[in-house]
């Protein structure tokens, strides 16, 4: 006897002017997520992808053979680049245009090019030298356990609210967990390293034990680094629901705050998990986030 079965509802296939070559590449091998896969997920989070990808110059990191591959950093325009990949004039470095997505095909054309992590500048086209956020990233030194972290990112919190920011948070997708603070665009770029630079200091000193502003890997052991040097000009960070490429396939995931705790861990969510988030979460965690944005108010003296 056969029985009809229902056929697993498939995501309406999205009209794509961008030809994927090989949709059956894995990218990552081990998870058996292909080109296409990571281009259906793409399609899925695009509503919340969107503002923290488009129109910001990308550093991209490229895997054409997948993870396990070669993998470089590419800031600059290749030979055969898809044209939905925009040359972007730097106001500073003219001679030496940067990269960027204007839409989904942009973004497709990302996944073509087996841009694997996708790494904005935290400032828009619109305004180079003013970033419209702030990134405090976290990393852990070894034998760091994750309450510390999660304790990190929460005094990070509490001294940008003291600042008169709002602080939203997500996870790397690697080992840490990054605090992003929306602006609006005032503040420049050396006003707001600085800015980010007292932060970090002041938790140094004041919680030594626990934490270190500078890169030294010796002093690291069992601290969190916080790094604050996301935060000048030319500097990326991964961005939020970009893809890692590291084993698991983990993906850089918005979290609300109270979500934070043992059961969540930095690479917990993942090509294959976050559609599934988004769609029972209803509002993204994030929502909100570029309304949240005001002026980081820099004292002058
Ligand atoms: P983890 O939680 O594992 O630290 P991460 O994304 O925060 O993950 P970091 O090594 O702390 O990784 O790097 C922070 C950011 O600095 C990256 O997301 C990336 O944007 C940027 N970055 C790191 N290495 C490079 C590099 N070689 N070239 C360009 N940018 C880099
Ligand atoms: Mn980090
Ligand atoms: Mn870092």
Not at 69 to 92: E, L, T
Not at 278 to 290: I, K, Q, T, V
Request: with cysteine.
């Amino acid at each position: 006897i056969t029985r009809e079965v229902a056929a697993p509802a498939k995501p309406i296939p999205t009209k794509r002017k961008v030809t994927l070559t090989h949709p059956d590449r894995l990218y990552w091998p081990e998870e058996g997520v292909t080109k296409e896969m990571l281009a259906d997920y793409y399609a899925a989070v695009w509503r919340h992808i969107a503002p923290f990808v488009i129109d910001r110059p990308l550093a991209l990191l490229r895997c054409p053979e997948g993870i396990t591959g070669p993998k470089f950093f590419q800031k600059h325009a290749w030979k055969g680049i898809n044209p939905r990949i925009v040359m972007v004039s730097d106001p500073k470095d003219p001679k030496d245009p940067l990269l960027s997505i204007h839409d989904l095909d942009g973004l497709m054309a990302l996944v073509q090019s087996a841009a694997l992590e996708i790494h904005p500048w935290g400032a828009s086209l619109q305004d180079w030298e003013r970033p419209d956020m702030i990134t405090m990233d976290l990393d852990p030194g070894e034998g760091v356990g994750w309450d510390q972290i999660i304790d990190a990112a929460r005094e990070v919190r509490q001294r940008l609210t003291d600042a008169g920011l709002t602080a939203f948070v997500k996870t790397s997708g690697g080992k840490g967990l990054h605090v992003v603070a929306p602006l609006k665009p005032h503040a420049t770029w050396p006003e707001v390293k600085a800015f980010t630079k007292a932060m970090a200091d002041a938790m140094a000193r004041d919680t030594p034990d626990r934490y270190v502003s500078t890169i030294a890997k010796a002093k690291r052991k069992g601290r969190i680094l916080i790094d604050y040097l996301r935060n000048q000009r030319g500097a990326t960070a991964v961005a939020a629901y970009s893809t890692r490429a590291r084993p698991g396939a983990a993906v850089s995931t918005p979290v609300a705050w109270e979500e934070l705790g043992p059961k969540i861990g930095p690479d917990h969510f993942t090509v294959k998990t976050l559609p599934t988030r988004l769609a029972a979460l209803g509002p993204d965690p994030w929502d909100g986030f570029r309304a949240a944005a005001v002026p980081l108010r820099v004292s002058k003296r």
